[in-house]
């Protein structure tokens, strides 16, 4: 039972997110809480697993940069052929305390959210025994929402949580679409669930132009042989156009539902200087994300992001001694080393539909020393994060930050979402929200540290709460249905 994830209850939100809560996105924790209670709220959808026990979840959505969550339950006792055996739970054992890894949120479209869902008690581990997958569909009306499960690709080996997108079509069609590599780098397997006829197939696509070499060439240095195309994030174009996104490379993009799809690629802005010595070498997600979004009265635009790091002041004692408690080098006498960083964090665009890659036009750039911070409740919030220091401006370009994430705020403008701590190895964790338009501090959100401690981006950007705020009320908040009080 050590293996099991704990359960634990969600967060109440704050008044301010009350019944004026509107947001038409949100920034939505891709994990779930597990509740050993049942919980529930207007947003509830119920559901059952491939096993036959039952699953419940729910929806509660903050205003960003506070993180929306979805919350899961599972009602009864652990089902399965793993119960009662050798290494296995005992029979009668809560679902909800069998769970190996949470649910997790893989993709939203307009009102969908596809979920992979551990099964309780299962032994196995990264085969399709271990997961279910469940379409969220969000309704309006309270108690309207629906999970589906899906059947098992079956014949196909598991894909990848970043090689999948959920695709809301025409009526109440939705499909599930997978870009698989293969052995040839320009050869690819789409592999497609719809919901119209419940089931898998696989098509053959052959990348015929690629363009990505032309611009973006991999380092001959490289310590390891790239390959040509990683997905790293799925976004949705127009209708049924799919995206698969390589954070350092490209987009390989096609339109999932032509009889015969054409596979096409768009390289992405060749990376800043200062982060050439990385190109291809590590993760991407640090200092780069990609999205689309669409602002008023105009028309769907794809925006990407890309941070580099400049070396800044020197730090505090404090932070000098946290730095190299946590430093791999074990020289004391370089101030180098000691020095915190700057950022800077700089937008492109590209229009859709996707035509040239000289269509890349460069937006703004922002430079955390020139952020605006004139919201006392934020210069308060900053104080407190680092007491030492009287100016909030100087507390924010000493945090570690990371992770931008593109959405729109409140205003309906272009805003990069950043996660930032003290230090890496931290607890405590902020999101911090800054406008494009005008680089100014528009949000700090803390992060629950019961669950979000470690430094990596544990939410995405979703416009499900379109389609839940009616629904959802008191800011969607989940009431606790404790049997025997009243």
Same mark, same amino acid.
């Given at each position: 039972?050590?293996?099991?994830?704990?359960?634990? =209850?969600?967060?109440?939100?704050?008044?301010?997110?009350?019944?004026?809560?509107?947001?038409?996105?949100?920034?939505?924790?891709?994990?779930?809480?597990?509740?050993?209670?049942?919980?529930?709220?207007?947003?509830?959808?119920?559901?059952?697993?491939?096993?036959?026990?039952?699953?419940?979840?729910?929806?509660?959505?903050? &205003?960003?940069?506070?993180?929306?969550?979805?919350?899961?339950?599972?009602?009864?006792?652990?089902?399965?052929?793993?119960?009662?055996?050798?290494?296995?739970?005992?029979?009668?054992?809560?679902?909800?305390?069998?769970?190996?890894?949470?649910?997790?949120?893989?993709?939203?479209? *307009?009102?969908?959210?596809?979920?992979?869902?551990?099964?309780?008690?299962?032994?196995?581990?990264?085969?399709?025994?271990?997961?279910?997958?469940?379409?969220?569909?969000? &309704?309006?009306?309270?108690?309207?929402?629906?999970? =589906?499960?899906?059947?098992?690709?079956?014949?196909?080996?598991?894909?990848?949580?970043?090689?999948?997108?959920?695709?809301?079509?025409?009526?109440? &069609?939705?499909?599930?679409?997978?870009?698989?590599?293969?052995?040839?780098?320009?050869?690819?397997?789409?592999?497609?669930?719809?919901?119209?006829?419940?089931?898998?197939?696989?098509?053959?696509?052959?990348?015929?132009?690629?363009?990505?070499?032309?611009?973006?060439?991999?380092?001959?240095?490289?310590?390891?042989?790239?390959?040509?195309?990683?997905?790293?994030?799925?976004?949705?174009?127009?209708?049924?156009?799919?995206?698969?996104? =390589?954070?350092? &490379?490209?987009?390989?993009?096609? +339109?999932?539902? =032509? $009889?015969?799809?054409?596979?096409?690629?768009?390289?992405?802005?060749?990376?800043?200087?200062?982060?050439?010595?990385?190109?291809?070498?590590?993760?991407?997600?640090?200092?780069?994300?990609?999205?689309?979004?669409?602002?008023?009265?105009?028309?769907?635009?794809?925006?990407?992001?890309?941070?580099?790091?400049?070396?800044?002041?020197?730090?505090?004692?404090?932070?000098?001694?946290?730095?190299?408690?946590?430093?791999?080098? $074990?020289?004391?006498?370089?101030?180098?080393?000691?020095?915190?960083?700057?950022?800077?964090?700089?937008?492109?665009?590209?229009?859709?539909?996707?035509?040239?890659?000289? +269509?890349?036009?460069? +937006?703004?750039?922002? +430079?955390?020393?020139?952020?605006?911070?004139?919201?006392?409740?934020?210069?308060?919030?900053?104080?407190?994060?680092?007491?030492? $220091?009287?100016?909030?401006?100087?507390?924010?370009?000493?945090?570690?930050?990371?992770?931008?994430?593109?959405?729109?705020?409140?205003?309906?403008?272009?805003?990069?979402?950043?996660?930032?701590?003290?230090?890496?190895?931290?607890?405590?964790?902020?999101?911090?929200?800054?406008? *494009?338009?005008?680089?100014?501090?528009?949000?700090?959100?803390?992060?629950?540290?019961?669950?979000?401690?470690?430094?990596?981006?544990?939410?995405?950007?979703?416009?499900?709460?379109?389609?839940?705020?009616?629904?959802?009320? $008191?800011?969607?908040?989940?009431?606790?249905?404790?049997?025997?009080?009243?």
């Amino acid at each position: 039972m050590d293996d099991y994830v704990p359960s634990l =209850d969600p967060p109440f939100l704050p008044t301010e997110d009350g019944d004026r809560l509107n947001p038409s996105s949100v920034l939505l924790d891709t994990t779930a809480y597990i509740s050993a209670a049942a919980v529930s709220n207007a947003t509830t959808a119920k559901g059952e697993m491939s096993t036959g026990a039952p699953i419940q979840i729910s929806f509660c959505l903050a &205003r960003p940069p506070r993180l929306s969550y979805h919350c899961a339950h599972f009602p009864g006792p652990v089902l399965g052929p793993g119960v009662g055996t050798v290494f296995g739970p005992a029979p009668g054992t809560p679902a909800a305390r069998c769970v190996r890894d949470p649910p997790l949120v893989i993709s939203t479209h *307009a009102d969908l959210a596809l979920l992979r869902v551990n099964i309780p008690g299962s032994l196995c581990v990264n085969t399709h025994d271990a997961f279910d997958y469940l379409v969220y569909n969000a &309704r309006p009306r309270p108690g309207a929402s629906s999970l =589906d499960l899906l059947p098992k690709p079956t014949g196909f080996p598991r894909f990848r949580d970043q090689d999948a997108a959920v695709v809301r079509c025409s009526g109440s &069609r939705y499909v599930i679409a997978v870009l698989r590599t293969t052995r040839n780098p320009l050869e690819f397997q789409l592999q497609l669930y719809d919901s119209d006829t419940r089931r898998w197939t696989s098509t053959p696509l052959t990348l015929q132009a690629p363009e990505r070499d032309k611009v973006l060439h991999i380092p001959e240095d490289s310590d390891a042989e790239p390959l040509f195309h990683n997905t790293t994030k799925v976004i949705t174009l127009e209708s049924t156009t799919v995206c698969w996104v =390589d954070l350092w &490379r490209g987009i390989l993009f096609c +339109d999932v539902l =032509d $009889e015969k799809p054409v596979l096409r690629d768009m390289p992405l802005p060749k990376p800043a200087r200062c982060n050439r010595a990385s190109f291809c070498r590590r993760s991407p997600y640090g200092h780069r994300d990609i999205t689309v979004v669409t602002l008023p009265d105009d028309q769907p635009t794809i925006k990407y992001v890309e941070m580099g790091i400049r070396p800044g002041a020197v730090p505090s004692s404090r932070r000098r001694q946290v730095h190299h408690q946590y430093s791999s080098s $074990e020289s004391d006498d370089n101030d180098e080393d000691d020095a915190e960083h700057y950022w800077t964090a700089t937008i492109w665009s590209m229009p859709v539909p996707i035509a040239s890659w000289k +269509d890349w036009t460069k +937006d703004c750039t922002i +430079d955390v020393a020139n952020i605006v911070i004139d919201n006392p409740r934020h210069c308060e919030l900053l104080r407190n994060v680092d007491p030492e $220091e009287a100016s909030p401006s100087v507390t924010l370009n000493r945090l570690l930050t990371a992770y931008p994430t593109l959405g729109l705020g409140i205003n309906g403008e272009v805003v990069i979402y950043f996660l930032s701590k003290v230090d890496q190895m931290a607890r405590e964790g902020w999101v911090i929200a800054v406008g *494009a338009k005008e680089s100014k501090l528009q949000g700090i959100a803390k992060l629950d540290n019961r669950k979000n401690f470690s430094f990596r981006r544990y939410y995405c950007p979703t416009e499900i709460s379109k389609y839940l705020t009616k629904a959802t009320g $008191e800011a969607g908040r989940l009431m606790r249905l404790l049997r025997g009080r009243k």
